[in-house]
């Protein structure tokens, strides 16, 4: 039998072009990936955010009210703003109630381990393809306080919200940590030597002070989306 080398240029170019057909399968597979009945709500944030903390409370009780309001609620199924999100849902969830609390999880050697609030929880292998799962079902995305996979996270939706691959989505910053990330935008993609984005981009995300000013947001576009 003829030995093949990894090195081989033809064998490279075969792998190459098997890795394309899978990753056009994987978009088809995503595009077609059922989304919840139900008005479904991803919370972004830190896993390093502890139970005692007020930022911890304040995701508690918003979820608390996405799941009276009939939303589904959906996390990275680990700790911090993550538990808070799911244990919330759960807490919150009135009698007979359809809504789940859902966990996208990703494997990692630490920090992310599934709590203990789920319904449901889909593990994942890569960062590419939670965020496409992430995508797949959500109406809504808001962001609490979180470090730089929750700015991965929102800056994802972002580009997909500006380039229309998602639509009839919103985006939601809670808190005071984000205006700050907005006014950078400004200052170095829109100056005057160069005008890397459109000021219209910086519209699309909702910087709210409050969650119950994302809540808000949420009833109208539940209304607006019939659901």
């Known amino acids: 039998m003829e030995k093949i080398s990894i090195h081989d240029k033809a064998l490279q170019q075969r792998v190459v072009n098997s890795l394309e057909k899978v990753w056009d399968l994987t978009d088809d597979l995503v595009s077609f990936y059922p989304p919840y009945d139900n008005y479904s709500v991803t ?12 930022a911890y409370r304040d995701v508690v009780e918003f ?36 809504i789940k609390s859902v966990g996208i999880n990703i494997e990692l050697p630490f920090e992310q381990k599934n709590n203990p609030y789920l319904d449901e929880c889909f593990p994942h ?26 700015v991965l996270e929102i800056l994802t939706v972002l580009q997909l919200m500006q380039v229309k691959k998602i ?30 984005i459109h000021s219209g981009d910086l519209l699309i995300p909702h910087l709210v002070p409050h969650y119950q000013d994302a809540l808000e947001i949420i009833k109208q576009h539940k209304v607006q989306l019939g659901l």
């Open 43 to 54: 919370v972004f944030g830190s896993a390093r955010i502890s139970e005692d903390s007020p």
């Open 167 to 196: 639509d009839n989505c919103k985006l939601i910053l809670v808190g005071k940590m984000w205006p700050g990330l907005i006014k950078w935008f400004e200052a170095e993609m829109l100056n005057d030597d160069m005008q890397l």
């Open 63 to 98: 979820a608390k009210n996405l799941a009276r309001l009939e939303c589904n609620v959906i996390s990275g199924g680990g700790p911090g703003v993550m538990e808070a999100a799911n244990r919330g849902a759960v807490e919150g969830k009135l009698t007979d109630s359809p």
């Open 125 to 150: 292998k890569t960062f590419f393809t939670r965020l496409q799962h992430f995508m797949a079902v959500s109406d809504c995305f808001v962001a609490f306080y979180g470090g730089i996979g929750t």
